[in-house]
């Protein structure tokens, strides 16, 4: 549900469009989101400029059904994106140094339109944290996490909740990402807005999307699975 109503989302608020740049994840929310993605792009007859990769099978089929100009490939997360690669016309190996660089022209994060990222945990200043859970233990690497956020539109799509701890927050347990540079926040229980994106919040309005504040999320979270006490 949270991948078809992102991809709702973006198509109601005209952030999806022809000619549109993206770039999403390789978790499985991202890839259910890629899928209902080009089934909009497709019936519209709309074709997205570039691709930027992590790679998926999803993003190869877009660019063999002639739904994407090319993929610009810094990593292949599967094994049909890692056969593609130099395979397939416009599937270009492009170096991840120069795709994430702030300093480079070739530098691609502020060209895309739409970035889909995960996160472990966000609070309701729109900090995100994708390295440490609620408990306090390490997960795993930043990766290119905080590059993207240079993006124009930052999109969280994230449960509620994981295992009965809230994941919307009132503080982050570690701040990877601050809230001025996330804009949406996408839930199975509602969409929350950055107050700074007042742009996307017009946007919203008449479209029956179900946009609540950040904090009513992090209520429901609380109500629903209780308040987690912090790590030690």
């Known amino acids: 549900f949270i991948a078809e109503l992102t991809a709702s989302f973006l198509e109601k608020t005209g952030l999806l469009h022809d000619g549109v740049t993206m770039q999403s994840g390789a978790g499985g929310t991202s890839l259910a989101i890629a ?10 007859g709309w074709k997205a400029d570039f691709g930027f990769g992590g790679s998926t099978r999803y993003m190869v089929d877009m660019l063999r059904n002639g739904q994407m100009g090319c993929i610009l490939d810094a990593q292949a997360f599967d094994l049909d994106a890692v056969s593609s690669v130099g395979k397939t016309p416009g599937h270009i ?11 480079s ?3 691609l994060t502020g060209m895309m339109d739409i970035m889909i990222l995960g996160a472990t945990e966000v609070d309701t200043s729109f900090n995100g944290n994708v390295v440490t ?12 996490w905080q590059n993207c956020l240079n993006a124009r539109n ?6 509620l909740f994981r295992d009965r701890i809230p994941v919307v927050v009132d503080e982050v347990t570690t701040l990877c990402g601050p809230g001025e540079m996330i804009d949406v926040i996408i839930t199975e229980r509602g969409i929350a807005i950055n107050p700074l994106r007042k742009d996307l919040t017009e946007r919203c309005r ?12 992090r209520d429901e979270a609380v109500r629903i699975c209780g308040k987690p006490e912090k790590p030690r």
């Open 93 to 103: 190996p492009y170096s991840v140094f120069n795709a994430y660089n702030y300093h």
């Open 35 to 44: 899928v209902f993605v080009s089934r909009i792009m497709k019936e519209r």
């Open 206 to 217: 008449g479209t029956g999307l179900p946009v609540r504040s950040i904090k009513e999320l």
């Open 154 to 159: 930052v999109i969280l799509p994230l449960p």
């Open 133 to 144: 859970h609620s408990d306090g233990y390490l997960l795993h690497g930043i990766g290119g």
């Open 105 to 107: 022209k070739g530098n």
